[in-house]
């Protein structure tokens, strides 16, 4: 099987603009997660889709929202971009059922100028 | 919400030598803990994982412990080989909280041959 793809790998930004990124889960996974990464912070959770519904969501500002379609690819969105959101965005896909195991893609490094 | 705290933050072995690496939670309604080692320029990698009703879990050369009433958990790593450097996160999901993952924040591994 293919494992989890995040577009892009790397992204530059501006204060201000907002961003999309992509990700497609493994193949039969209905369950998308997203973490940000960053030195300062570690590993924290964004939110969760399951069929094509949010099922969890972070301590993070409304800034950050997603999306999950019905072939369970996920999309997360930034807006008014911040140089503190700079950081390894990843995303992790799971069955969504009984099994709690989330395979991670290789992330997306964002850099806000 | 859940906490989890991870020692040591660094961690350099000779080859051949065990490492051993713990994690404590704070919420005993956690019922999963998986480990993730993650290398430079990728996403976390799951390596193993263990649910509240096990004890301990062996997968060839990795091992984990839980013990609830202490709420700790460790990642028992034998017979290290230079490959195993990266850094290691151990993460919580409490029950009722869908796939939100709490990682712990890291160890880098380091294995001298």
């Known amino acids: 099987k293919a494992g989890v793809t995040q577009t892009p790998r790397y992204l530059i930004k501006t204060r201000g603009q907002q961003v999309t990124l992509s990700c497609s889960p493994i193949s039969g996974h209905r369950s998308v997660s997203w973490y940000q990464q960053t030195p300062g912070q570690g590993l924290q959770f964004l939110f969760e889709?399951?069929?094509?519904?949010?099922?969890n969501k972070g301590n993070f500002p409304g800034r950050f929202s997603g999306r999950q379609f019905s072939n369970s690819r996920s999309e997360m969105n930034v807006s008014t971009l911040e140089l503190g959101d700079s950081a390894l965005y990843l995303c992790a896909s799971s069955s969504g059922r009984s099994s709690y195991e989330q395979y991670f893609g290789p992330g997306t490094r964002l850099t806000v100028t | 919400g859940e906490n989890v705290e991870q020692h040591p933050s660094t961690l350099s072995v000779q080859e051949g030598d065990s490492a051993v690496i713990k994690c404590t939670y704070s919420d005993s309604a956690s019922n999963y803990f998986p480990w993730y080692k993650q290398e430079l320029g990728k996403g976390p990698q799951l390596i193993i994982d263990?649910?509240?009703?096990?004890g301990e879990k062996k997968d060839q050369r990795i091992a984990v412990t839980l013990n609830k009433t202490a709420k700790h958990f460790s990642l028992h790593i034998t017979e290290t080989q230079p490959e195993d450097s990266a850094v290691y996160f151990c993460?919580?999901?409490?029950?009722?909280?869908?796939?939100?993952?709490?990682f712990g924040g890291g160890t880098r591994l380091m294995v001298k041959p």
């Open positions: 889709y399951f069929s094509e519904t949010q099922r």
């Open positions: 993460a919580a999901i409490p029950y009722n909280a869908g796939n939100m993952l709490t």
């Open positions: 263990i649910r509240s009703n096990v």
